[in-house]
């Protein structure tokens, strides 16, 4: 027995030993790729020393003659930080993820072969102008500058996750960075998921109810639309979806998260200070690292500071020393889907006004890791792209013998929207900025900017020109061959809707409507928000002037405006009726459930229990209110739609039939499917969190998921990896935490303000920002997650131009020397 104690005791040691030099080891080699910021090098590529100083929050304040030498050291500081996430942004683009991930990525590749978003970029290059042509090629040989070093001095090729994933890197291009702006395009698209869920709607329910689950934002009606079924009869009622799991690698957002944002000005009259004021976060998909690169460049028309995105030599949102820019998603119908009919007698034709033409084609191979390689065969009609029956339904919508087409603005093949970004960058007045925004393209944005005196809001990007005869105004797909439904080039940059000076001194955006003009200047029918902008005005009227702090308390301000609307509503019967039920029934969980919302003001604050209960509740009512009508299609509807809820119980247009069960043979009233639909909730609650209902955290079920996009999924590594933290707010609070809205925790925070800047002009250097994680992609690295501690808890960092201050407590300054 002794023996066998000894032996087994041995093994285990053993095992302790070889477990413990394991890791030791492999945080050696990981810790390798951790950048040294407190060095001189010799490089190739600058024409005088370039300076990186980087201050306390590795913030990189970037210092040289030229302003090519600045974007050098800008590609140099991305590599250095990013090298990882801006080597999978580029194969993204390319479609080579596969090469690395295998069969599980060929989706992601078939689709961006198919838009072919890369040879778009290449062919792009051409089209910039010779500024920013010069910036791309310096910023590019930045990049290759520090990989160089890498390889030079065995620097843990440049990323821990190269390790595991091991690939040769090629040298970053012009074209790369073309591509990442296209690939934000890609991600901020939603159109096409809208138009298909609505056709597939429109063949169940009748259009009244169709109006009533996927409404118009507040306005002036829309004319009714043709039936789909009457467009394409061929197509069957029901057609059930692939329902493929989202890849957090796919670019290509689920429908509810084509990104979202808010922005608001003040102008010097309703300023305390006497100066202009500007708040902006754009809200992205969560991911560890955050997309957001916080960066200062010194450049010869002066100094620029704010948020950019690794792989693009620009500052996509921040200040200068006397101007200020924010941008949020626009909305902008950019998208139209179009039903091509192939020639029966020959499939590589599809029908045109002309009558049948050939597709363009082309083969391409996607190499797959640990597989046989996958040829995919590219085809595009006039319209644009065609897409397989199994990328975003569409073969639900499609009717036999026909196939489907994408035109979208990103695809064109002379996209300026790097230059106008660059122009933009360097604009020192309003009027300069809405002169720099005419060359931006894709993705429309709505841009807020802020100079010494003036304030103005302008959506940039290319707007399709549509003909006021389209039969569906582009809500639907429709048929590609009528002349009427085709694209007319797009319109001129004055037709996109501009706010300068306004008269009451504040102007902003939530991603609302923003005007109320007859197709097709009508710029979108679907729109992000029509919720956040009703707190948004209330805060901005109710203070004379505003100041930083005001502009911060709205931009943290967690109180949800549809709570407060949509709870009178649904419980005008349930509050305080009958007697106390039994402890430990349902009717008294109920009760006590009632109790505590009918206190509650609708914080959506992280530490109480009332968010989890209304947002339980408002879901299970959802699905109650539209499970029988719309059947396995109503799990398309992730998301609460708080306008479908009133139109419900204010009966708006007959609206409350939908509280009906149709299989039932009572006739169910509103107040019966609000009661059911509360039980539901807590029972879930019960199953999911169980305890006390007071005892109930918000912050619980709204973690913000900060998950590395490759390693977030596996065991041990997700600990080093992923970011998760209790956070407050919703899906319709300022303090926007999108919810993920399936699955086992439907309420993770995945979506919401990755930046957040507010910039006073008045006092310049007293502008602060934050971003939610923080500025290194190595997770061994002090700065990965270190912002995202102050991001979390509603706390900024100082967002000042004035050298002495980055260099009074550095953490390290790089000097990149002429290698001659």
Same mark, same amino acid.
């Given at each position: 027995m002794a023996f066998a104690f000894r032996w087994l005791l041995r093994i285990f040691s053993g095992l302790v030993v070889l477990l413990a030099l394991a890791l030791v080891t492999g945080y050696w080699f990981a810790s390798r790729s951790l950048p040294d910021y407190d060095r001189t090098l010799k490089v190739a590529g600058v024409s005088a020393p370039v300076e990186i100083v980087r201050n306390n929050a590795n913030v990189p304040?970037?210092?040289?003659? $030229?302003? &090519?030498?600045? %974007?050098? #050291?800008?590609?140099?500081?991305?590599?250095? =930080?990013?090298?990882?996430?801006?080597?999978?942004?580029?194969? +993204?683009? /390319?479609?080579?993820?596969?090469?690395? %991930?295998?069969?599980?990525?060929?989706?992601?590749?078939?689709?961006?072969?198919?838009?072919?978003?890369?040879?778009?970029?290449?062919?792009?290059?051409?089209?910039?102008?010779? /500024?920013?042509?010069?910036?791309?090629?310096? *910023?590019?040989?930045?990049?290759?500058?520090?990989?160089?070093?890498?390889?030079? #001095?065995?620097?843990?090729? !440049?990323?821990?996750?190269?390790?595991?994933?091991?690939?040769?890197?090629?040298?970053?291009?012009?074209?790369?960075?073309?591509?990442?702006?296209k690939l934000m395009a890609l991600q901020l698209a939603g159109h096409l998921e809208e138009e298909v869920?609505?056709?597939?709607?429109?063949?169940?329910?009748?259009?009244?109810?169709?109006?009533?689950?996927?409404?118009?934002?507040?306005?002036?009606?829309?004319?009714?639309?043709?039936? *789909?079924?009457?467009?394409?009869?061929?197509?069957?009622? *029901?057609?059930?979806?692939? =329902?493929?799991?989202?890849?957090?690698?796919?670019?290509?957002?689920?429908r509810g998260f084509a990104g979202a944002s808010n922005a608001w000005a003040a102008a010097p009259s309703r300023s305390a200070a006497g100066g202009t004021l500007l708040a902006n976060d754009p809200h992205l998909g969560f991911s560890a690292p955050t997309i957001w690169y916080l960066a200062r460049?010194?450049? /010869?028309?002066?100094?620029?500071?704010? #948020?950019?995105?690794?792989?693009?030599?620009?500052?996509?949102? #921040?200040?200068?020393?006397?101007?200020?820019? !924010?941008? $949020?998603?626009? *909305?902008?119908?950019? /998208?139209?889907?179009?039903?091509?009919?192939?020639?029966? =007698?020959?499939?590589?034709? @599809?029908?045109?006004?002309?009558?049948?033409?050939?597709?363009?084609?082309?083969?391409?191979?996607?190499? @797959?890791?640990?597989?046989?390689? @996958?040829?995919?065969?590219?085809?595009?009609?006039?319209? !644009?792209?065609?897409?397989?029956?199994?990328?975003?339904?569409?073969?639900?919508?499609?009717?036999? !013998?026909?196939?489907?087409?994408?035109?979208?603005?990103?695809?064109?093949?002379?996209?300026?929207?790097?230059?106008?970004?660059?122009?933009?960058?360097?604009?020192?007045?309003?009027?300069?900025?809405?002169?720099?925004?005419?060359?931006?393209? &894709?993705?429309?944005?709505?841009? +807020?900017?802020i100079d010494g005196e003036n304030i103005a809001l302008k959506t940039i990007g290319a707007m399709p020109k549509r003909d006021a005869r389209h039969q569906t105004q582009g809500r639907i797909p429709t048929p590609g061959w009528e002349t009427v439904n085709r694209w007319q080039g797009r319109m001129n940059y004055s037709s996109n809707p501009e706010f300068v000076a306004p008269a009451g001194g504040i102007l902003g955006n939530t991603n609302n409507k923003t005007v109320e003009r007859p197709f097709p200047l009508h710029v979108s029918h679907h729109y992000g928000d029509t919720q956040r902008v009703q707190r948004w005005r209330f805060l901005m009227q109710n203070r004379e002037v505003h100041t930083r702090e005001s502009f911060i308390e709205a931009q943290l301000d967690e109180v949800s405006p549809t709570a407060r609307a949509l709870l009178p509503l649904v419980a005008a019967d349930l509050w305080f009726t009958g007697e106390s039920a039994p402890e430990g029934t349902p009717a008294r969980r109920r009760q006590e459930a009632l109790l505590l919302l009918a206190e509650w003001n609708g914080e959506m604050n992280e530490h109480r229990p009332e968010p989890l209960i209304y947002s339980a509740w408002m879901r299970a009512l959802q699905d109650r209110l539209i499970r029988d009508e719309l059947g396995p299609l109503a799990q398309e509807y992730t998301h609460v739609e708080p306008l479908f809820i009133e139109r419900v119980y204010r009966d708006i247009f007959g609206a409350s039939a939908w509280c009906d069960v149709l299989q039932s043979a009572p006739t169910e009233t509103c107040t019966d499917i609000a009661r059911l639909a509360l039980d539901d909730a807590l029972v879930w609650i019960d199953e999911a969190h169980g305890g006390t209902l007071e005892s109930l955290r918000w912050g619980d079920a709204h973690e913000a998921t900060h998950d590395h996009q490759v390693l977030g999924t596996v065991p041990v590594l997700n600990w080093v990896v992923n970011i998760r933290q209790s956070t407050s707010g919703g899906d319709n609070t300022l303090l926007r935490g999108r919810t993920l809205g399936s699955g086992a925790e439907p309420f993770l925070n995945v979506h919401g303000a990755g930046y957040r800047g507010v910039y006073d002009l008045a006092d310049p250097d007293s502008s602060v920002f934050i971003t939610s994680t923080g500025q290194s992609g190595h997770p061994l690295s002090r700065h990965y997650d270190d912002l995202g501690v102050l991001w979390r808890r509603g706390e900024y960092i100082l967002m000042s131009l004035d050298p002495a201050l980055a260099r009074a407590a550095s953490v390290g300054i790089t000097t990149l020397a002429p290698e001659n």
């Amino acid at each position: 027995m002794a023996f066998a104690f000894r032996w087994l005791l041995r093994i285990f040691s053993g095992l302790v030993v070889l477990l413990a030099l394991a890791l030791v080891t492999g945080y050696w080699f990981a810790s390798r790729s951790l950048p040294d910021y407190d060095r001189t090098l010799k490089v190739a590529g600058v024409s005088a020393p370039v300076e990186i100083v980087r201050n306390n929050a590795n913030v990189p304040h970037i210092f040289a003659e $030229t302003d &090519a030498d600045v %974007f050098f #050291g800008l590609g140099f500081a991305h590599a250095q =930080d990013r090298l990882w996430q801006m080597t999978m942004l580029r194969r +993204t683009a /390319q479609g080579r993820l596969s090469e690395i %991930f295998g069969q599980r990525t060929v989706r992601i590749d078939e689709l961006l072969r198919r838009l072919d978003l890369y040879n778009l970029s290449v062919q792009s290059v051409r089209a910039q102008d010779p /500024q920013t042509l010069a910036a791309l090629e310096a *910023y590019a040989a930045g990049v290759n500058a520090w990989l160089a070093e890498v390889n030079e #001095g065995a620097l843990g090729r !440049g990323a821990p996750e190269m390790f595991l994933f091991s690939n040769q890197l090629a040298p970053w291009q012009p074209a790369d960075s073309i591509a990442v702006i296209k690939l934000m395009a890609l991600q901020l698209a939603g159109h096409l998921e809208e138009e298909v869920l609505r056709a597939r709607s429109s063949l169940i329910l009748p259009n009244e109810r169709l109006q009533d689950i996927l409404p118009d934002s507040p306005g002036a009606g829309i004319a009714a639309m043709p039936e *789909y079924a009457e467009l394409f009869p061929t197509v069957p009622r *029901y057609t059930a979806g692939l =329902d493929l799991p989202h890849d957090p690698l796919m670019p290509a957002q689920p429908r509810g998260f084509a990104g979202a944002s808010n922005a608001w000005a003040a102008a010097p009259s309703r300023s305390a200070a006497g100066g202009t004021l500007l708040a902006n976060d754009p809200h992205l998909g969560f991911s560890a690292p955050t997309i957001w690169y916080l960066a200062r460049l010194e450049l /010869q028309s002066g100094g620029v500071i704010g #948020g950019t995105i690794p792989g693009m030599p620009v500052v996509l949102a #921040g200040r200068s020393e006397g101007f200020a820019w !924010g941008i $949020t998603s626009s *909305y902008l119908d950019d /998208q139209d889907v179009y039903i091509e009919q192939l020639n029966p =007698d020959d499939p590589s034709q @599809v029908l045109t006004p002309e009558g049948y033409a050939p597709m363009t084609s082309r083969s391409s191979i996607i190499t @797959v890791n640990d597989a046989d390689p @996958v040829t995919v065969q590219l085809q595009w009609t006039q319209n !644009g792209p065609v897409l397989p029956r199994h990328l975003f339904d569409l073969g639900t919508i499609t009717p036999p !013998g026909h196939v489907t087409s994408l035109a979208w603005t990103a695809l064109s093949p002379a996209d300026t929207s790097l230059s106008a970004a660059l122009a933009l960058m360097q604009a020192k007045t309003v009027e300069e900025g809405l002169a720099a925004g005419e060359g931006f393209i &894709a993705p429309s944005q709505n841009l +807020t900017m802020i100079d010494g005196e003036n304030i103005a809001l302008k959506t940039i990007g290319a707007m399709p020109k549509r003909d006021a005869r389209h039969q569906t105004q582009g809500r639907i797909p429709t048929p590609g061959w009528e002349t009427v439904n085709r694209w007319q080039g797009r319109m001129n940059y004055s037709s996109n809707p501009e706010f300068v000076a306004p008269a009451g001194g504040i102007l902003g955006n939530t991603n609302n409507k923003t005007v109320e003009r007859p197709f097709p200047l009508h710029v979108s029918h679907h729109y992000g928000d029509t919720q956040r902008v009703q707190r948004w005005r209330f805060l901005m009227q109710n203070r004379e002037v505003h100041t930083r702090e005001s502009f911060i308390e709205a931009q943290l301000d967690e109180v949800s405006p549809t709570a407060r609307a949509l709870l009178p509503l649904v419980a005008a019967d349930l509050w305080f009726t009958g007697e106390s039920a039994p402890e430990g029934t349902p009717a008294r969980r109920r009760q006590e459930a009632l109790l505590l919302l009918a206190e509650w003001n609708g914080e959506m604050n992280e530490h109480r229990p009332e968010p989890l209960i209304y947002s339980a509740w408002m879901r299970a009512l959802q699905d109650r209110l539209i499970r029988d009508e719309l059947g396995p299609l109503a799990q398309e509807y992730t998301h609460v739609e708080p306008l479908f809820i009133e139109r419900v119980y204010r009966d708006i247009f007959g609206a409350s039939a939908w509280c009906d069960v149709l299989q039932s043979a009572p006739t169910e009233t509103c107040t019966d499917i609000a009661r059911l639909a509360l039980d539901d909730a807590l029972v879930w609650i019960d199953e999911a969190h169980g305890g006390t209902l007071e005892s109930l955290r918000w912050g619980d079920a709204h973690e913000a998921t900060h998950d590395h996009q490759v390693l977030g999924t596996v065991p041990v590594l997700n600990w080093v990896v992923n970011i998760r933290q209790s956070t407050s707010g919703g899906d319709n609070t300022l303090l926007r935490g999108r919810t993920l809205g399936s699955g086992a925790e439907p309420f993770l925070n995945v979506h919401g303000a990755g930046y957040r800047g507010v910039y006073d002009l008045a006092d310049p250097d007293s502008s602060v920002f934050i971003t939610s994680t923080g500025q290194s992609g190595h997770p061994l690295s002090r700065h990965y997650d270190d912002l995202g501690v102050l991001w979390r808890r509603g706390e900024y960092i100082l967002m000042s131009l004035d050298p002495a201050l980055a260099r009074a407590a550095s953490v390290g300054i790089t000097t990149l020397a002429p290698e001659n």
